[in-house]
């Protein structure tokens, strides 16, 4: 049984196994270049967003979406609490995750994870009360296949146990690059370390939207300078693929 992917841009993604239909980290209203908008998003089942910055819980995108599907909302225990705790979702339909523990939702197994995020800049005030810690990444098994995705991440010793412990079919990691706050040079060498430590099948790199990203380039330079092989996918907003 395979996993249908689309790229909606950033970190974004809809994914669909069997018939359960999930989103991470929809930010799609202001997401340039983004195909798919809020208000046309007619079914999704479960949504899963590794923390709470603009980005990735989507200036309030995400939440929307869980209002008006009705979708399971699995996120950081500290953000489903902030959303409860301002009525803007109900407690019933939040699912607190903790690093470091497995769960299971709809017959879907994953184990969340937890690493450093890297230094970004200040947020408005609406926005930086909004819990952006802990920054978690989610590995899903899908029968055979393993798929895992970090909105965003530093890289650390626990890749490696991670690489070692499992064998990833599917990557989704950070590459960040110019106008993120981060040098594109640091961002793309955390990528390729995370790329290293892992030994993903294929990789997906996220958190920018350029179909002519100099990042990628430099990505590509990297990994073959270190002689890592890995299928990588190109960032073509709208890509759909399957695993």
């Not at 990505?219 to 890995?230: D, F, N, T």
């Amino acid at each position: 049984m395979t996993v249908r992917l689309e790229w909606l841009g950033n970190a974004a993604f809809r994914m669909t196994y069997k018939e359960t239909v999930f989103f991470v980290d929809p930010w799609l209203d202001e997401n340039p270049g983004c195909p798919l908008k809020t208000g046309e998003v007619r079914h999704a089942d479960i949504l899963f967003v590794t923390h709470g910055h603009p980005g990735h819980w989507g200036r309030g995108d995400s939440v929307k979406i869980a209002n008006t599907t009705g979708a399971l909302y699995v996120a950081p225990k500290e953000l489903c609490n902030y959303f409860v705790s301002k009525k803007m979702l109900p407690d019933s339909q939040v699912y607190r995750v903790e690093p470091g523990k497995k769960y299971e939702v709809k017959g879907l197994p994953f184990e969340v994870f937890s690493a450093p995020h890297p230094p970004v800049p200040s947020f408005p005030a609406w926005l930086a009360e909004v819990p952006g810690e802990p920054n978690c990444g989610y590995l899903w098994s899908f029968g055979s296949k393993v798929i895992l995705n970090f909105g965003d991440a530093e890289c650390t010793p626990l890749f490696e146990e991670i690489g070692r412990k499992y064998n990833i079919d599917m990557a989704m990691l950070p590459l960040w690059g110019e106008g993120m706050g981060i040098s594109m040079e640091y961002g793309v060498g955390t990528c390729a370390d995370l790329i290293a430590a892992l030994k993903p099948a294929k990789v997906f790199p996220t958190n920018r939207y350029s179909e002519d990203n100099p990042a990628m380039r430099l990505l590509a330079s990297k990994l073959q300078e270190r002689k890592i092989k890995v299928e990588v996918f190109p960032q073509k907003v709208g890509l759909t693929f399957e695993i």
